[in-house]
Structure formats: structure tokens, C-alpha cells
């Protein structure tokens, strides 16, 4: 089984800065892709960002500037770079990662338990 663990989560001013990470541990042979989702209140869950199989890293339109993605493929750990948060981006934060338990093995989707963020003064 695998198993993701996220942190950083947290209460902050607007404009200030967050990092969420994620942590894979488990039977991984590889991770296809990373992905961060969040779900606001009273909405369907989002994505938010996202690096694809072919690493192609993409971005909701309202983060676009203010948030970065990375990974530590070593690590098998995923980022979330939040700067210049605003009242808006108050969410749960999940991660998602499409991991390959064995070669031979077609990528499943794997989440995270969720992390809250709130972005207020």
C-alpha cells in the first residue's frame, strides 16, 4: 500500500506565503503524476496544479504567478510554493499522485488525507 502524508498547511495573513508538501511512502515504482487539487467551501473539488506524465506543469488560471509546483522524484515528495495568498484561496488542499506500484503495473490514483489552508487577517 502506499501512503501520502501532507504538511504545511495553515493559517495565514493575506499576502503571505505557504509551502504544502507531500509525502509518498510505500510500494512505488514510479510516480506518472503529481498533482494538487483543493476544495473551497460550497465547491466541488478543483485542480489547482499539476506536473503530467510527459512534465508538462500546468495551473489553474486563478493561482497563475503566485503559486509554484515542484517534486523530489528521489524523495517521491510533492511542493506547493503558495505566495501572495489571498482570502479566497481558503481550502482544504489535497494531493494526488498516479503512482506505478511495480513496472508492470498501470498508474493509480493516490490521495492525500487533506490539509487546510486559511488565508485571513
Known amino acids: 500500500q502506499v501512503r501520502l502524508v501532507e504538511s504545511g498547511g495553515g493559517l495565514v495573513q493575506p499576502g503571505g506565503s505557504l509551502r504544502l508538501s507531500c509525502a509518498a511512502s510505500?510500494?512505488?515504482?514510479?510516480?506518472?503524476?503529481w498533482h494538487w487539487y483543493r476544495q473551497q467551501p460550497g465547491l466541488e473539488r478543483e485542480m489547482v496544479a499539476e506536473?503530467?506524465?510527459?512534465?508538462?506543469?500546468n495551473y489553474v488560471d486563478s493561482v497563475k504567478g503566485r503559486f509554484s509546483i515542484s517534486r523530489d522524484v528521489g524523495k517521491n515528495t510533492l511542493y506547493l510554493q503558495m505566495n501572495n495568498l489571498r482570502p479566497e484561496d481558503t481550502a482544504v488542499y489535497y494531493c494526488?499522485?498516479?503512482?506505478?506500484?511495480?513496472?508492470?503495473?498501470?498508474?493509480?490514483?493516490?490521495w492525500g488525507q487533506g490539509i487546510q489552508v486559511t488565508v485571513s487577517s
Open positions: 494526488k499522485l498516479d503512482i506505478k506500484p511495480t513496472l508492470w503495473d498501470r498508474a493509480d490514483d493516490t
Open positions: 510505500g510500494k512505488i515504482f514510479n510516480v506518472d503524476a
Open positions: 506536473v503530467t506524465f510527459n512534465g508538462n506543469i
